[in-house]
Nanobody, 121 residues
Framework: QVQLVESGGGWVQPGGSLNLSCVPS????????MGWYRQAPGKQRDLVAT???????NYGGSVKGRFTINRDNAKNTVYLQMNNLNPADTAVYYC???????????????WGRGTQVTVSA
């Protein structure tokens, strides 16, 4: 069974920074896309950022210029550096991946359990 193991998150004051990381565990073949979504209480889950295996990135509008996504393909690990955080960034952040379990097999969307990020004074 594949799991996306998230780390980082926590509490930070406005203007502060946090770094999230996520790595898949278990048996899989190739991770194509990795990234992060977030969900605040009472709101839908929104895109934060994704990165493909070629390095192409996609950011949600509210985080452009403040957040940076990177991945280490050798370690299948994705990182999200979050700078200049504000209370509107408070949410549960979910790691996301598109991967296949065997070579040339069906690709699946996979989600982590989420990690809480709280920005407050």
């Amino acid at each position: 069974q594949v799991q996306l193991v998230e780390s980082g998150g926590g509490w930070v004051q406005p203007g502060g920074s946090l770094n999230l990381s996520c790595v898949p565990s278990g048996s899989f073949h190739t991770v194509y896309v990795m990234g992060w979504y977030r969900q605040a209480p009472g709101k839908q889950r929104d895109l934060v950022a994704t990165i493909g295996d070629s390095g192409i990135t996609n950011y949600g509008g509210s985080v452009k210029g403040r957040f940076t996504i990177n991945r280490d393909n050798a370690k299948n690990t994705v990182y999200l550096q979050m700078n200049n955080l504000n209370p509107a960034d408070t949410a549960v952040y979910y790691c996301y991946a598109i991967l296949d379990l065997v070579a040339g097999g069906q690709r699946f969307n996979w989600w982590g359990r989420g990690t809480q990020v709280t920005v407050s004074a």
